[in-house]
Structures are given as C-alpha cells and as structure tokens.
C-alpha cells in the first residue's frame, strides 16, 4: 500500500498584523520547513477587492481600518500585493480561492 503525504503549514489571521517585508520573512521561514515535492502553505486572510458586488467586501474594507489602528504596520491586502509578498518570498506559485466568507484561501507552493 502506497500513502501520500503532503505537508501543509496554515497561517490564519497571521499576516494581516504585519507589512510586506515581514510577512515576506515569515513566509521564506515557511518556505524553507515546507517540501518542494509535496508541501504547500495555506494562508486564510482577507484579499480585498476580490470581486465585484462582493457582499463582503465592506466588512474587508471596515477589517483594513481595524488592522490599521491596532497595529504599527498591520494591513489588509490585494491580490496584486499577496502576488508580490508570495513571489519575494520565494514562492513559485500561488492561487488565491474566495470561500465566500470574509476571509480566502490563498495557497502557496514552493
């Protein structure tokens, strides 16, 4: 009997409290426990501007303001900006899925 394992590292409710450049260090830190064969890291966090007409979006854009007053350099973040935290970090790609919660899933593989 063959089994296939596959590693996974979750961030939830992680990044949001941090800018660019230090999730960019926590995501290279993920990057290096994760396999390249068979690990990937899941991110769950806001991604604003998803979509049009999205029912969401206010309470992401409402979270952004939030995030901006109890931390020193804690945001809400795009799709173009996860883009760009994922690559520096090292990533070869990414997806980003809306769950149609406030929150998606954005999935790393290095």
């Known amino acids: 009997m063959i089994s296939h394992f596959c590693y996974l590292y979750q961030l939830q409710w992680v990044l949001h409290d941090w800018n660019d450049d ?21 991110i769950v966090e806001a991604v604003i501007g998803e979509a049009k ?15 901006m007053a109890h931390t020193n350099t804690g945001k809400e973040t795009t799709s173009k900006e996860w883009e760009s935290v994922i690559q520096k970090a090292g990533f070869r790609s990414h997806t980003i899925k809306p769950i ?11």
């Open 53 to 67: 007409d999205d029912k969401f979006e206010y309470v992401r854009l409402m979270l952004d303001i939030v995030i």
């Open 22 to 42: 230090e999730c960019i260090q926590i995501l290279k830190k993920c990057k290096e426990a994760v396999p390249e064969d068979n690990g990937k890291v899941i």
């Open 100 to 110: 149609g919660a406030v929150q998606s899933i954005i999935e790393a593989v290095p």
